[in-house]
C-alpha cells in the first residue's frame, strides 16, 4: 500500500486550554491511517486560528486564541505558545 499525504482533520483534536494537538485516527496498522506533512498540519493549525469565532460548540481554536505554530520552512515548524503534539502524531 503506498502512503499517500492528506491531513484529514477529522482525525486531528486541537485543544487551546492545555495545547494538545492530537492525531486521533488509524494507527500506522490500522485500516486507514492518515499521514499529513509539515506544511499541511502549519496551514490547517493556522485555518483554524484565523477564524473569527468558533466554528461550532467543537472548535477551540479561533482568532482571540494565541497561534499554535510558526513556519521556518516547508518542513520545519515550531510549535509555539504551549502547543504540543505526543508521539502518536
Known amino acids: ?21 492530537r492525531y486521533t485516527g488509524d494507527d500506522h496498522d490500522g485500516t486507514s491511517p492518515s499521514y499529513a ?5 502549519h496551514r490547517w493549525l493556522q485555518g483554524l486560528a484565523d477564524d473569527q469565532t468558533p ?6 481554536m479561533y482568532i482571540p486564541i494565541s497561534s499554535p505554530s510558526s513556519r521556518a520552512t ?11 503534539i505526543d508521539a502518536t502524531a
Do not use: H, P, R
Open 55 to 60: 466554528a461550532d460548540t467543537s472548535d477551540k
Open 74 to 84: 516547508d518542513n520545519i515548524i515550531t510549535l509555539i505558545n504551549g502547543f504540543n
Open 1 to 21: 500500500m503506498a502512503i499517500t499525504y492528506q491531513l484529514v482533520a477529522a482525525d486531528w483534536t486541537v485543544d487551546n486550554v492545555t495545547g494538545n494537538i
Open 37 to 41: 506533512t509539515v506544511i499541511e498540519l
